[in-house]
Structures are given as C-alpha cells and as structure tokens.
C-alpha cells in the first residue's frame, strides 16, 4: 500500500483538516487495533501522517465512565512492518513503529 503526496501540513486547499490515519467519529468506546505490512509513504509530513484527538468532555456519561469520557482515543494502536520512504519523511522514519 503507498501513501503519496500528503505533505500539506495537515490541511486541504479549502483549509479542512486531512490525514492519512485518523480516529472513525463513532469509535469513543473502542478501537480494534489495526495492522500495516510493506507500507510506502512518499512525500508525506507529519502533520498529514495522523490526527487523533483528545476524548470529547461531552463523552463523559455517568451510567458508563462517570465524569470521565471514554478514552479509546488514547487507545489507538496501528502497527507497521516492513515500511518504506521517498521523497518528504515524516520525522519518525522507521521501519517498524
């Protein structure tokens, strides 16, 4: 799988946020982890690599966590072997992260 040309320092033309890896809005309670092998990225910066935002305040629901929201966006795991660069690198360039 290649990932080309995200180096736009996280935004769109139109100034919208985009990133190759971000959180699904409906996973607030889990997220499965998620596996890459043999990965390319060519011409991406960090800021496009990957947004993941804090737990939103209005998450937290006193039947399930209480005063705390849910914390599966401090959970998020994606594994890469086997990865690849060209051209622009995110800061981290290894192999396997």
Known sequence: ?????FNSKGK???FNRISIFARNDYHADKVPPHYFSQCKFKDVDDASLAYFEDPLESWANLDDCGQFPCTAPNNILL???GTTYEG???TRTDQTF
């Open 79 to 81: 594994s890469f072997k």
């Open 12 to 14: 769109t033309k139109c």
């Open 1 to 5: 799988m290649t990932f080309a040309k």
């Open 88 to 90: 622009q690198k995110p």
